[in-house]
């Protein structure tokens, strides 16, 4: 049964996926960083910054979708069917937004635009059949539509620029990252198309993810630029060239969320199916494993940090290193909010309580990006993340603790059934390997 699956083991799963597309990143950093000049590739990271936007948003029709599914108890193809009604709209509108800024840009930025746009509606396209497949817990399927897009993507502005004769531009490799996402979108329509036999409109589910989403999706988004917001204050003080050494730095740090998201998203199916004392409980012990299994990658990367940057990116991206080192202790503590969203989220079905904690620590990064990016650089910028990172999470746990009648110890103290945790892990693992 699902409910019996070791949080560790759950997240073993997860993560395995979760580092595909690790991979995947990597290799489309490492691969425009070498074949882009530094200020081409600090455009191309803008423009990622927007679709990134977009694309964090509209996991909310995938957490609306998701919760459809697995706490309202709504048929997958029924809650997909209406659910994919809403993302044509919204995915409609991006491509139109998209028609309309380039219409009064010229050059580069009026491909990029164009770009943005087609790329934005693919990822709308995907967000519903993904929810769809989180809610059912079936993670694998789930997992593949996470990695395709950004893997077809990375192929596409492979052949693009082996290919192309001239300049590597940041508008062809946004041209050809939004052919990827609809490459993905057209292999994860035939995947989950046979689900949506029989389905038909309904306004009811319809509104239901509409309203869920746009919580969801204002939290999700309010989060990403609570990380990814001061890259456009690096861009006025620093230029193109201090958002390239910047979002390297980002890069790297965020990649050790991939750990916690992957603990999280092994719960957030029993999340809508528990009771909420029983949630709370399944969230700390997910939150206690994050801190180990964080703290132990924060350290070793805080270490190897210079051999990094001299190792992937070279002398010119110096000064990633130090970036990197002061955003790691904010990392590990924002760790947290993954499990803390998902609780919100799928158990109490608020997710607007995310989004106070982000835009709090929104808030509190950007007025201190203005203040320290002047004096201190890409330096300024990773510590005014770092401060908002751990004072925003603080005070989602002080009202998570509060709201649930829990104590310091109950979140962070390791018990009997945390060590179980790893002990039913080596023993699937063993097993597995038998």
Known sequence: MAGSMSIAFGGIVAFFFR????????G???????????????????????????????????????????????????????????????????????LFISSVLTGEAHRESLAIGAACAAIISNSVVAGTFLGRDSLVRYNFALVCPPAFSLVAIVIAFLVNSGPNTPSLALEMYAVGQWLAVAVMALSGGVLLRGSSIDSGIIKAVARFAALAGVASGISYLNYRADVFVVKHFEGESGVAVYSLAVYLAESVWQVSGSLALAAYARLGSLSRPEAA????????????????????????????????????????????????????????AQSFSGFYTYQRGMPWVSSVVAGAGLVIDISLAFVLIPRMGVNGAALASAVAYSTAITAGLIVFARSEHLSPSQLFRFGKQDIQDYRALITRLRALHG
């Not at 957490?63 to 993302?87: C, D, H, I, K, W």
């Open 19 to 26: 580092g595909v597309n690790l991979v995947v990143a990597l």
């Open 28 to 98: 489309t950093v490492l691969f425009c960083t070498h074949q882009m000049t530094r200020e081409h590739y600090g455009s191309f990271v803008l423009g990622l910054t927007i679709i990134g936007v977009v694309n964090a948003a509209s996991g909310g029709l995938t957490a609306a979708t998701a919760y459809q599914v697995a706490n309202q108890r709504r048929a997958p193809a029924l809650a997909m069917f209406n659910g994919g009604v809403l993302s044509i709209s919204l995915g409609a509108v991006a491509v139109l937004t998209g």
């Open 281 to 336: 409980h399944l969230t700390t012990r997910v939150m206690r494993h994050t801190v180990v299994l964080l703290g132990c990658i924060c350290v070793a990367l805080c270490v190897v940090a210079g051999g990094l940057q001299d190792y992937l990116f070279g002398a010119e991206y110096d000064g990633m290193a130090s970036a990197l080192r002061f955003l790691l202790p904010g990392v590990l503590l924002y760790g947290l």
